[in-house]
């Protein structure tokens, strides 16, 4: 498999950035690796944050046990972030993961130029 077909599926699949480091840029994989960390963290708190709530309430019987009841709360229950906030960093999460797809794909490219100007010179 060519290499920045190889790194583009790693930065797709593994984890947004992870095809940066088959394309030894290891520093642009630890950034989009830590914002991208950084961005799903706060967003599982935030999920955390608002499943306790709703457990809480359809354990003392203030909502039933109905799912559209439950996705309901799920917008109406107020949480550590704004709905806004929580957009934007669902939004840099994809940011970032698109980027890094197609900006290892790129990198692949230049270095598998780079490998095959460089063969055809040396006998």
């Known amino acids: 498999m060519k290499?920045?077909?190889?790194?583009?599926?790693?930065?797709?699949?593994?984890?947004?950035?992870?095809?940066?480091?088959?394309?030894?840029?290891?520093?642009?994989?630890a950034v989009a690796f830590a914002i991208t960390l950084a961005a799903l963290s706060v967003l599982m708190v935030e999920a955390y944050h608002k499943a306790q709530i709703i457990a809480e309430k359809i354990v003392y019987g203030v909502i039933p046990l109905d799912i559209q009841v439950i996705r309901e709360q799920i917008v109406l229950t107020p949480g550590h972030l704004s709905p806004e906030t929580a957009t934007y960093l669902s939004f840099i999460v994809g940011a970032v993961w698109l980027v890094g797809i197609?900006?290892?794909?790129?990198?692949?490219?230049?270095?598998?130029?780079?490998?095959?100007?460089?063969?055809?010179?040396?006998p």
């Open 3 to 29: 290499i920045a077909t190889k790194a583009a599926l790693f930065s797709a699949i593994v984890f947004p950035g992870a095809g940066y480091f088959i394309v030894e840029k290891r520093v642009r994989g």
């Open 102 to 122: 197609v900006d290892c794909y790129r990198i692949g490219l230049a270095q598998q130029r780079i490998t095959s100007v460089s063969n055809k010179t040396c």
